[in-house]
């Protein structure tokens, strides 16, 4: 996998330092509010995994599988293969993303949430790659670990095809290695 890599973009270090400090702030923010932390599967499970662990306030864990990409491309059309299971009126709910890119899954995912009545709802996403926004896609992220170039990104749950999650650190993929 390691040879697929073209550069390093964010250490293992770099990543955990971030999720630290992300995890101090909306400790802060979720102290006292019983909040339902959201996250999208399957890319989220390693940032998901490390960020709950950071956040030292009770709060509940759900998740949801929202699929738009086939290879390197979203295909735009959203699937929701598996949605939250707690009831969330009322509820104050942050959802945790992986990568904002293209927008449309992010912008679904909001939207199909919204509709469930929740007190407040946002988002703290590990990497935002704001190049790559589709045209009338507004939402902003409320939390931000690192604002990425417009490059293919695998690792740390990022895949291509299903492989190369497992990888500690966020990698800029070779092109050769999906073409």
Not at 60 to 78: A, E, H, L, V
Not at 102 to 119: I, M, N, V
Not at 150 to 175: H, M, Q, S, T, W
């Amino acid at each position: 996998m390691e040879k697929d890599i073209q550069e390093i973009l964010l250490t293992e270090e770099q990543i955990q330092r971030r999720i630290q400090e992300l995890g101090e702030e909306l400790t802060r923010e979720y102290a006292g509010k019983n909040p339902v932390i959201v996250g999208v599967l399957k890319g989220v499970v390693v940032f998901y995994a490390d960020m709950i662990r950071q956040i030292k306030t009770p709060c509940q864990m759900d998740f949801m599988w929202i699929s738009s990409y086939q290879g390197t491309d979203s295909t735009g059309k959203m699937v929701v293969k598996r949605d939250v299971s707690a009831n969330i009126q009322g509820r104050h709910v942050l959802i945790l993303e992986d990568i904002y890119d293209t927008g449309s899954s992010l912008d679904f995912t909001y939207r199909h949430l919204l509709e469930k009545k929740p007190a407040s709802l946002k988002i703290c996403t590990l990497l935002d790659k704001p190049e790559r926004r589709r045209p009338g896609i507004t939402l902003k992220p409320d939390y931000v670990g690192f604002t990425i170039p417009n490059a293919f990104v695998v690792g740390y749950g990022l895949d291509y095809n299903e492989y190369y999650r497992n990888l500690p650190y966020v990698g800029i993929l070779k092109p050769e290695a999906y073409m």
